[in-house]
């Protein structure tokens, strides 16, 4: 449990909405660190109208990753679905509860086209499990995955400039009553997350979440902190979560001379010693 977890999100690599081009802009976020966690949305894997573009972005993202720090760890994102087998980590014997975030809603994206989609996938998936499961994380989780895996790629993968930013537009922003929608779910977003971690992890601390892209620090009523580590696209940008023996750090990601540092500090907080006969990892 020594040495320094870093965890951000939303990379979102191979999109043009990212301000990631070429991963090795991350090198100094991975510098010094033991492990990283990327929580959801390190690209977009899903089958879409350009194979070769996704399948070239998921190549790169292999072979940077599998050599660039100790220790990475992929958790799974609505965009990602299929990246890796694990929706969920708890860290430092349960204090810090990590997923993408996604499902706090029960449409994913209530702010996107594919939103009826989508919710009609879940309510069938949801039906469809024994009733016992149906309000059990892992369950769930499963259902969500698998529809965001049905769901094909819209402008995520699109080359061209002009048909990505008209594609773009139609799938996220239009019609322009769309952006109340999105609104919305920032509002709602962190009493939403609270209520998922008190149902599944009521010992948890801190919430880590990415998913709708507006970074934030909130501590609900019961004490439990919700962190939105953003995203690596405009306009809010992203921050990252540090975690070492008795100390989460919470910074934001600078952009300097085209690559990405750790900045500011944004919030600290205190973390409990974890026992080393402890099992959960760290």
Known sequence: MSGLIRIFSDLHYGDRSSRL????Q???????ISRLILNGDTLDTRPGPHPQVTARSRAEVGRFFGTCAPEVTLVTGNHDPDIS??????????QVFVTHGDIIFDNIVPWGRDAATLEAHITRGLASLPVEHRTQLAPRLAVFRAACAALPQRH???PNPLKYAVKFAADTV????????IIRAWRETPKRAAIIAAAHRPAARFMLIGHTHRP???TAPSGLTVINTGALCRPFGA???DLTPGRLTIRQIESRSGSFH??????EFALAEVPASSNIPA
């Open 239 to 241: 921050q990252a979560v």
């Open 262 to 267: 750790p900045g500011r500090v944004v919030a």
């Open 21 to 24: 081009r070429r991963l090795d």
């Open 174 to 181: 239009w019609p322009p009553l769309r952006s109340f929608d």
């Open 216 to 218: 934030f620090v909130w």
């Open 156 to 158: 995520q993968s699109e």
């Open 26 to 32: 991350l090198s100094p976020l991975l510098d010094g």
């Open 85 to 94: 087998d694990l929706d969920t980590l708890d860290l430092f014997n349960g």
